[in-house]
């Protein structure tokens, strides 16, 4: 009997040893994942401007391709044969809808569509609806960096992707039936959309700011890092992030990163923090503007949507971003943003 009671602090010990061991062998779910299909590709295309890839086809596409409805959720919309492919899917007898920020109001586009009878709303918030997503058929959801505008997609460093996947596009069409149905928007907007997803065996998460609180999701993902985080980012004002990215440079890791040039004269701009901190940050090189807002860390995740690195977009805006824990997906990333890189370089040698 003795023996047993001499056992037992032995047995608890390896029960807490191998409870450690086994969470360490895995990326923790944040949430209970949401399974659709069986094993296989993940589904997903992934875009980038000035690639010839033409992401503005391929959206005009998309939305042509839509059978019942387009819902779109638009920051900045000025492209001619985007507004026309809503306006033709309204003429097919579909239901369509859009919800952009209010600066949009009395611009052009807005109201061809209004007088094509399509409904818009407006955030009529100071702070920005920020996204950039449209829904189809509650089937497919195409999301990313890039805004609806030639410049975004002829001149600025964006990214897009289409997700085909019911289960993540009805994620997005409850986002955006809160903005359009219910007019919530920023830190009014409900935390009711499901986070954890495995698409044909793949996982990725799924968040919208500020109510998922993103930047901790970020911030977790950084510190689990074991290799590498690269991040590209438009605007970076964020402290935590900051710091974790700060901190994964101490811990021994590759950190590379690429910053747009203008914004790191921006108040609370994270570049000069992360200089000193040794991170090799850039300023980038490409003379028009680096709008994404990425992050891959260890080759095989990648942070990406309209998600800026940046306070307003913690805090007041309306955003969304999907993390993709995939490697062929990082690999698409990893080549956008070597290029990025190599302009970065290219202009400090001029």
Same mark, same amino acid.
């Given at each position: 009997?003795?023996?047993?009671?001499?056992?037992?602090?032995?047995?608890?010990?390896?029960v807490?040893?191998?409870?450690?061991?086994?969470?360490?062998?895995?990326?923790?779910s944040?949430?209970?994942?949401?399974?659709?299909?069986?094993? *296989?590709?993940?589904?997903?295309?992934?875009?980038?401007?000035?690639?010839?890839?033409?992401?503005? @086809?391929?959206?005009?596409?998309?939305?042509?391709?839509?059978?019942?409805?387009?819902?779109?959720?638009?920051?900045?919309?000025?492209?001619?044969?985007?507004?026309?492919?809503?306006?033709?899917?309204?003429?097919?007898?579909?239901?369509?809808?859009?919800?952009?920020?209010?600066? !949009?109001?009395r611009?052009?586009?807005?109201?061809?569509?209004?007088?094509?009878?399509?409904?818009?709303?407006?955030?009529?918030? %100071?702070?920005? !609806?920020h996204?950039?997503?449209?829904?189809?058929?509650?089937?497919?959801?195409?999301? *990313?960096? !890039?805004?609806?505008k030639?410049? $975004?997609?002829?001149?600025?460093? #964006?990214?897009?992707?289409?997700?085909?996947?019911?289960?993540? +596009?009805q994620?997005?069409?409850?986002?955006?039936?809160?903005?359009?149905?219910?007019?919530?928007?920023?830190?009014?907007?409900?935390? #009711?959309?499901?986070c954890?997803?495995?698409?044909?065996g793949?996982?990725?998460? #799924?968040?919208? +700011?500020?109510?998922?609180?993103?930047?901790?999701?970020?911030?977790?993902?950084?510190?689990?890092?074991?290799?590498?985080?690269?991040?590209?980012?438009?605007?970076?004002?964020?402290?935590?992030?900051?710091?974790?990215?700060?901190?994964?440079?101490? @811990?021994?890791?590759?950190?590379?990163?690429?910053?747009?040039?203008?914004?790191?004269?921006?108040?609370?701009? %994270?570049?000069?923090?992360?200089?000193?901190? *040794?991170?090799?940050?850039?300023?980038?090189?490409?003379?028009?503007?680096?709008?994404?807002?990425?992050?891959?860390?260890?080759? $095989?995740?990648?942070?990406? *949507?309209?998600?800026?690195?940046?306070t307003? +977009?913690?805090?007041? #805006?309306?955003?969304?971003?999907?993390?993709?824990?995939?490697? $062929?997906?990082?690999?698409?990333?990893?080549?956008?943003?070597?290029?990025?890189?190599?302009? +970065?370089? $290219?202009?400090?040698?001029?």
């Amino acid at each position: 009997m003795n023996r047993l009671k001499n056992l037992w602090p032995v047995l608890l010990l390896l029960v807490v040893v191998l409870y450690f061991a086994l969470k360490a062998c895995r990326r923790e779910s944040p949430a209970p994942v949401r399974e659709e299909g069986g094993a *296989g590709n993940l589904p997903v295309e992934v875009f980038f401007t000035r690639s010839g890839e033409h992401p503005d @086809r391929k959206l005009v596409s998309f939305i042509r391709s839509a059978k019942r409805y387009v819902h779109m959720a638009i920051f900045e919309l000025e492209l001619d044969g985007v507004v026309e492919a809503l306006i033709d899917a309204k003429r097919r007898g579909l239901d369509v809808a859009v919800v952009m920020d209010d600066r !949009m109001k009395r611009k052009w586009a807005a109201k061809r569509l209004k007088e094509a009878g399509i409904p818009v709303v407006f955030d009529n918030r %100071e702070p920005y !609806m920020h996204n950039k997503f449209v829904v189809v058929d509650g089937k497919a959801v195409w999301s *990313g960096s !890039m805004n609806f505008k030639e410049s $975004s997609v002829f001149r600025n460093d #964006n990214n897009a992707f289409i997700i085909y996947s019911p289960a993540v +596009a009805q994620n997005y069409e409850k986002e955006f039936q809160e903005m359009f149905r219910d007019r919530l928007f920023g830190p009014e907007s409900p935390r #009711n959309t499901h986070c954890c997803f495995k698409v044909a065996g793949n996982y990725l998460e #799924n968040y919208f +700011a500020p109510e998922d609180s993103i930047a901790r999701r970020i911030v977790q993902l950084i510190r689990d890092a074991k290799r590498s985080v690269r991040f590209a980012a438009f605007s970076f004002t964020d402290d935590d992030i900051g710091k974790a990215i700060a901190d994964a440079h101490r @811990r021994g890791l590759k950190v590379v990163g690429v910053i747009e040039a203008r914004s790191v004269r921006n108040k609370g701009s %994270e570049y000069r923090r992360l200089r000193r901190a *040794g991170v090799e940050v850039y300023k980038d090189g490409n003379p028009y503007i680096m709008h994404n807002k990425y992050i891959i860390i260890d080759d $095989s995740i990648v942070i990406t *949507g309209s998600y800026n690195f940046s306070t307003s +977009a913690r805090k007041r #805006n309306d955003e969304n971003v999907v993390i993709f824990f995939t490697p $062929s997906i990082a690999e698409r990333y990893i080549d956008n943003f070597n290029r990025i890189l190599r302009e +970065a370089l $290219s202009k400090m040698k001029r």
